[in-house]
């Protein structure tokens, strides 16, 4: 049967030409980063050699990067890293849970206060919200720069100098941004940026935390002085060889503009899907002016529909999508980033994810769309309560 992968937001597939770098450091190449033989120093160069990959995809000095074990590690660190008992953190509705619910730990444990700032029906924060709610305690704002449901680019460089004025930390969990659009820490004016391998076709597990220079942080692991000693433990050195590559071949390919070429594919799928009766964008507003996105991602309800109904259904033909919901206690919830946004709850449970990766084909778009309208159709008409005089509602 044949299979389409339209969820790379979740994950991506390993590149071939990231998987070959890596196989050496399986086998041949086997040594301790830290060891002072011959086998230590070929893989103690293979990691500085991706740092510099690494450091020029974000446009930093590679002595920023702290290479860690994915997105979570990296928004952990730099939010217990950087803030102390009884700081204030600003953060928003729509951040994904690596920082939610780290900051809910602060609040919890360490008494931390935490400002949740709303977003728009575009899912768009305003960076005057940022602003007001500094105080003189604030240490933090940690605000995304892409989300991962909807694909909506927050206003990040407003946010950074907003930040820099009230000599606040400025962090930004750049996981969907990174190898999509260009991320320069220097535009952003960010003190720590992280980055995730598997959301831009590296492997699982291995990420990174950029953190400007002379930014003093508390690791949160303790051990060896790896890492500068901001991370201790042993490298991951295929991991983070994966993660060289695939920075260095996301450059590349944002030089050469593939990211037009990718939105263009992503829009014609979207106009189609949006042609359909009773369908909106997630990230839209009702004038349909659009917020800014990635490339790769758009978020659509299908009313009527119960979004994990249609996943399955349409996974049984091959296709694979994804909800924004999340399993609670046996009960699906609706995505929280959606409900932030106004969406009701049935019209966020009927909502869906797709998104593209470097490995997706135009016929994959073709192969989607010729799955999608029919099954949204039919689980309408087994609905109990869709009925299309609703739509007038
Ligand atoms: N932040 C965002 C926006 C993400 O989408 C994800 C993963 O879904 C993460 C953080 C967590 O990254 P990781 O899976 O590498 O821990």
Not at 242 to 262: I, P, Q, T, V
Request: charged fraction near 25%; charge should be negative; aromatic fraction near 4%.
């Amino acid at each position: 049967m044949r299979r389409v992968y339209l969820d790379n937001n979740a994950t991506t597939p390993v590149l071939p030409e990231i998987l070959e770098a890596m196989r050496p450091y399986f086998g041949e190449h086997f040594g301790n980063a830290s060891s002072i033989h011959h086998h230590g120093q070929e893989t103690r160069a293979a990691v500085e050699r991706s740092r510099e990959s690494v450091a020029a995809l974000l446009h930093c000095r590679s002595s920023e990067l702290v290479f860690t074990s994915g997105g979570t590690e990296a928004d952990n660190l730099a939010i217990f890293g950087l803030t102390r008992e009884g700081d204030h953190i600003i953060t928003s509705t729509i951040e994904h849970h690596a920082v939610l619910n780290a900051c809910r730990h602060l609040a919890e444990a360490k008494h931390c206060d935490v400002t949740y700032i709303s977003v728009d029906g575009r899912g768009l924060l305003d960076p005057v919200d940022v602003k007001r709610a500094i105080r003189p305690n604030t240490k933090l704002v940690t605000i995304m720069f892409a989300n991962n449901e909807t694909g909506v680019l927050q206003p990040v460089a407003e946010i950074g100098k907003i930040a820099a004025e009230a000599d606040v930390y400025f962090h930004t969990d750049a996981v969907q941004a990174a190898g999509k659009v260009t991320v320069d820490v220097n535009e952003i004016c960010c003190d720590s940026l992280t980055i995730s391998g598997h959301k831009f076709h590296a492997p699982q597990g291995v990420g990174a935390l950029y953190l400007r220079k002379g930014t003093q942080l508390e690791p949160m692991l303790y051990g060896g002085s790896h890492e500068r000693s901001r991370r201790a433990g042993t490298e991951n050195v295929a991991g983070i060889v994966g993660l060289g590559k695939a920075a260095e071949l996301a450059s590349a390919s944002l030089d050469r503009g593939n990211d037009a070429k990718m939105a263009a594919a992503r829009d014609r799928m979207e106009r189609e899907l949006l042609a359909l009766e009773a369908t909106g964008l997630n990230g839209a507003d009702s004038n349909s002016g659009r917020a800014p996105r990635v490339p790769n991602t758009t978020n659509v309800y299908f009313d009527g529909i119960e979004g994990e109904a249609l996943v399955i259904a349409l996974d049984l033909k091959g296709l694979a999508v994804s909800t924004g919901a999340a399993c609670s206690s046996g009960a699906i919830e609706p995505s929280h980033v959606l409900t932030a946004m106004g969406l009701s709850r049935d019209r966020a449970k009927a909502s869906i994810r797709f998104s593209l990766g470097k490995q997706n084909t135009e016929e994959d778009v073709d192969f989607a769309l010729g799955l999608i309208p029919e099954t949204v159709a039919r689980l309408r008409d087994l609905s109990p309560t869709w009925s299309k005089s609703a739509l007038s509602i």
